[in-house]
């Protein structure tokens, strides 16, 4: 009786010990994961800024890492090519060359 009942604990310490280097791998996957989806999302930021600061001069850049489209008169929507994709309103003052960003979002494919 008591050796089964040893036996039964040590079934049930390894599988926790199993359980626990489950919760780990996906605990390291997760965290991986955000790491690289925060790397992701800060350099599509980096490129729609870089192209909301030269946007009065949209005309002269060759490679673009963004979308410029038109909205309005002064108003142009800006969205990175890479994912995660961001979109920005921008309002162009033709006087100054000054822009300023309206509102944003994160545009889901």
């Given at each position: 009786m008591i050796l089964a009942w040893v036996l039964s604990l040590l079934l049930l310490?390894?599988?926790?010990?199993a359980q626990l280097e489950?919760?780990?791998?996906?605990?390291i996957v997760?965290?991986?994961t955000i790491a690289l989806a925060q790397k992701n999302f800060i350099?599509?930021?980096r490129a729609v800024l870089?192209?909301?600061?030269?946007?009065?001069?949209?005309?002269?850049?060759?490679?673009?890492?963004c979308l410029i489209q038109p909205i309005n008169k002064n108003i142009w929507l800006i969205?990175?090519?890479q994912k995660p994709a961001i979109q920005v309103h921008v309002l162009l003052?033709?006087?100054?060359?000054?822009t300023t960003r309206l509102n944003w979002r994160q545009s889901f494919d």
């Open positions: 310490c390894a599988s926790l010990i489950r919760l780990t791998a996906l605990h997760e965290v991986k350099a599509a930021e870089d192209c909301e600061k030269n946007l009065p001069t949209h005309s002269v850049l060759t490679e673009n890492n969205s990175s090519k003052d033709a006087k100054s060359g000054t």
